[in-house]
T-cell receptor
Framework: DGGITQSPKYLFRKEGQNVTLSCEQNLNHDAMYWYRQDPGQGLRLIYYSQIVNDFQKGDIAEGYSVSREKKESFPLTVTSAQKNPTAFYLC???????????FGQGTRLTVV | GESVGLHLPTLSVQEGDNSIINCAYS??????FIWYKQESGKGPQFIIDIRSNMDKRQGQRVTVLLNKTVKHLSLQIAATQPGDSAVYFCAETYTNAGKSTFGDGTTLTVKP
């Protein structure tokens, strides 16, 4: 089945540690995105990539890093520089920026 | 700057009634609009989209209306069912933007 997969679903980390969230898609989509969602709030764009080996900062990129070495993969690293990393992280992909996005089921990160 | 907002953060309807969820956008260059549904703990799912060369588009039990004059978008759900209870987001983008801008979301609660 085609789709977009995020792993793990739940993640716990100690404060000060970097953590990498996985996002894989087999939809052959060029564009991929990372969003952060806080309780009762909307989606805020962290990073996006329109094509392999290229990515751009979104609205809240500070404290995060990404890579796009393969078309199907767009991992997100939450670094220790992110002041408040506890949140629900959503990855999405789309054929291009002018078509609908397909979302993963999210990773809930808790930093203690 | 760009912004996409929703008029009402919450909406409660009786099962079987019609629901209308509204969205305002500020970027007059936006030419593609999408509605997503997000159930609790899951990633958003595409519902319906509309391009700026249209005023109305219908799907199964859903209709999207676009009023470019006042930069307003609405989602109508006919015969609302308990399974429609979710958060609904509108998103907008324009050609070569590379990304979409999401509104804050409206929580729809369907009372049996």
């Amino acid at each position: 089945d085609g789709g977009i997969t995020q792993s793990p679903k739940y993640l716990f980390r100690k404060e000060g540690q970097n953590v990498t969230l996985s996002c894989e898609q087999n939809l052959n989509h060029d564009a991929m995105y990372w969003y952060r969602q806080d309780p009762g709030q909307g989606l805020r764009l962290i990073y996006y990539s329109q094509i392999v080996n290229d990515f751009q900062k979104g609205d809240i990129a500070e404290g995060y890093s990404v890579s796009r070495e393969k078309k199907e993969s767009f991992p997100l690293t939450v670094t220790s520089a992110q002041k408040n990393p506890t949140a629900f992280y959503l990855c999405a992909s789309s054929y291009d920026a002018d078509t609908e996005a397909f979302f993963g089921q999210g990773t809930r990160l808790t930093v203690v | 700057g760009e912004s996409v907002g929703l008029h009402l953060p919450t909406l409660s309807v009786q099962e079987g009634d019609n629901s209308i969820i509204n969205c305002a956008y500020s970027n007059s260059a936006s030419d593609y609009f999408i509605w997503y549904k997000q159930e609790s703990g899951k990633g958003p799912q595409f519902i319906i989209d509309i391009r700026s060369n249209m005023d109305k588009r219908q799907g199964q039990r859903v209709t999207v209306l676009l009023n470019k004059t006042v930069k307003h978008l609405s989602l109508q759900i006919a015969a609302t069912q308990p399974g429609d209870s979710a958060v609904y987001f509108c998103a907008e983008t324009y050609t070569n933007a590379g990304k979409s801008t999401f509104g804050d979301g409206t929580t729809l609660t369907v009372k049996p």
